[in-house]
């Protein structure tokens, strides 16, 4: 598996100001349904570098990048899984304990919150819409 280094992103092209703010735009006031998810993806790609360079930057909290963009958090979390992927510079992380770390080491987690450490699932599981949030904990 590849990392990407901060300097990989400066190889990225960027978008122009205006034509992030565009996407940016779009993304914001586009409600996340499943006939918007292919060009909310899109979007999502095409602003990647412009993202990274900013977050490489401007070291935003979660807060900051979801008012940003708030669709890469929408659609029960593939849109970043799909982050993800750019980002580690591979196309298929399947293979890897990464990759598994949604199906199988997530669910097994948990669990052993759930039943060894309920307070915290109870407190996690108050912030966490969907079940792909709560394997980020």
């Known amino acids: 598996m ?4 901060k300097d990989d992103y400066k190889s990225l092209e960027l978008l122009s100001e205006e034509e992030l ?6 993304m914001e006031y586009t409600l996340p ?3 918007e998810r292919e060009n909310i ?3 999502l790609k095409e602003t990647f570098s ?6 490489e930057n401007s070291n935003p909290t979660i807060s900051d990048i979801h008012n940003q963009y708030p669709r890469l958090f929408d659609y029960n979390g593939e849109m970043i899984k799909q982050e993800f992927k750019m980002i580690m ?5 399947n293979d ?3 990759g598994d770390f949604p199906a199988i080491y997530a669910p097994k987690i948990l669990a052993y919150c759930e039943k060894e450490k309920s307070f915290i699932f109870e407190e996690a599981q108050k912030s966490i819409e969907d079940e792909s949030g709560l394997e980020l904990i």
């Open 41 to 43: 993806s899109t979007a």
């Open 33 to 35: 349904h499943a006939k």
């Open 89 to 93: 510079n591979e196309k298929d992380i």
């Open 21 to 26: 703010n565009k996407k940016v735009y779009f």
């Open 2 to 5: 590849h990392l990407r280094r």
């Open 50 to 55: 412009n993202r990274q360079k900013w977050i």
């Open 96 to 98: 890897t304990f990464v």
